[in-house]
């Protein structure tokens, strides 16, 4: 595979997508998934590893569970869970969530990658609010973490803000994938989103579920 071939997968959201070999090189065959669709997939399944003390024990870690499910699978799942007595026991699935909120911005993604090879960074936050802020240099760059709030969101994020988060359309996310909430997190990757659907993660604002389920 070259490497212009690699590079256009990346660039794209593709690299795990279908190749076939043909009598003029490897060929992208093509994919039943949108790009943001498989890029999120890639994050909820990505392996941030596991350690004798993150209460994980030897299989239980998110990314351990999620690994055994296919896309299609987390397509079918609830986007709530059903079992909730109030709101503050609600869930809602993360690849719901996220699919209905955000968009892959497959250019700064590839000038990410580019800067992170270039200054020999890993995919850490610090290099990624560095490089958001060399590509937005007039805005603020801030960091959240859903953990500290009230969220049903099924997993944790690491979001890394532009400017004013409610206004402002660009954000760099990364996963909690493990199991103590301190480490376990998937590289960031840069999305676009809605800011009303995507910050809508408060259990207050999600009572009609209730509501519903009596019905």
Not at 74 to 101: P, Q, T
Not at 119 to 134: A, G, M
Not at 135 to 144: G, L, M, Y
Not at 174 to 195: E, L
Request: with cysteine.
């Amino acid at each position: 595979m070259s490497e212009d071939f690699k590079k256009g997968l990346i660039k794209y959201g593709l690299e795990n997508n279908y190749i076939e070999r043909t009598e003029e090189g490897l060929k992208f065959v093509g994919s039943r998934y949108n790009n943001t669709e498989q890029q999120i997939y890639n994050m909820l399944t990505e392996n941030t590893g596991t350690h004798f003390l993150d209460s994980g024990g030897a299989s239980g870690r998110h990314w351990q569970s999620n690994i055994k499910k296919s896309l299609e699978d987390f397509r079918k799942e609830e986007v709530f869970n059903s079992d909730a007595k109030d709101i503050w026991e609600i869930e809602k699935s993360l690849f719901h969530h996220l699919n209905d909120s955000i968009k892959y911005n497959a250019d700064l993604n590839e000038g990410l990658q580019t800067y992170l090879k270039h200054k020999d960074l890993e995919n850490w936050r610090e290099p990624v609010e560095q490089y958001l802020q060399s590509k937005f240099p007039n805005e603020k760059i801030d960091h959240i973490n859903t953990y500290n709030g009230d969220c049903i969101l099924s997993q944790t994020l690491q979001i890394i803000t532009v400017g004013d988060m409610y206004t402002n359309e660009t954000i760099a996310l990364s996963i909690h994938n493990g199991a103590d909430v301190r480490g376990g997190y998937t590289d960031f990757k840069i999305f676009d989103i809605d800011t009303d659907a995507f910050y809508n993660w408060h259990p207050e604002n999600y009572e009609y579920i209730l509501d519903n389920a009596d019905v």
